[in-house]
């Protein structure tokens, strides 16, 4: 489940984009971010694969980055969302954006 902090109405969302490659969609929301009146803040992309291109792009706009490989999870992909959902609450983050993300999630971690 992602953060529930809540930000006073001044305060911008605090959002995190998963990627797994190049990162084209994550460039776009860096990009839109950068105007004052965007509602949101890129505070950290992360990669479920280390060799993902997007993962330079967000270090060259400023924004951290996070790898955290999924293929040491094998099938489990419960502990693979323990281990996102603590980078994520490590963050703060109020939203996900999924920028190519190319994993399932588990019933568990979408909250309905």
Do not use: W
């Not at 529930?4 to 839109?32: D, F, P, Q, T």
């Not at 291109?53 to 706009?61: D, E, H, R």
């Amino acid at each position: 489940m992602v953060s529930s902090i809540s930000h006073g109405e001044a305060m911008k969302r605090r959002v995190a984009i998963l990627i797994s490659g190049r990162g084209s969609n994550m460039a776009a929301l860096i990009e839109a971010a950068m105007a004052a009146d965007f509602p949101a803040e890129i505070a950290v992309v992360i990669s479920n694969r280390a060799d993902a291109g997007g993962l330079a792009k967000a270090g060259a706009g400023g924004v951290p980055t996070l790898t955290i490989e999924s293929k040491p999870f094998g099938r489990d992909r419960a502990a693979f969302e323990a281990v996102l959902q603590s980078a994520l609450d490590e963050y703060h983050i109020d939203l996900i954006c999924l920028g190519g993300f190319m994993r399932l999630f588990t019933a568990g971690f979408v909250p309905s």
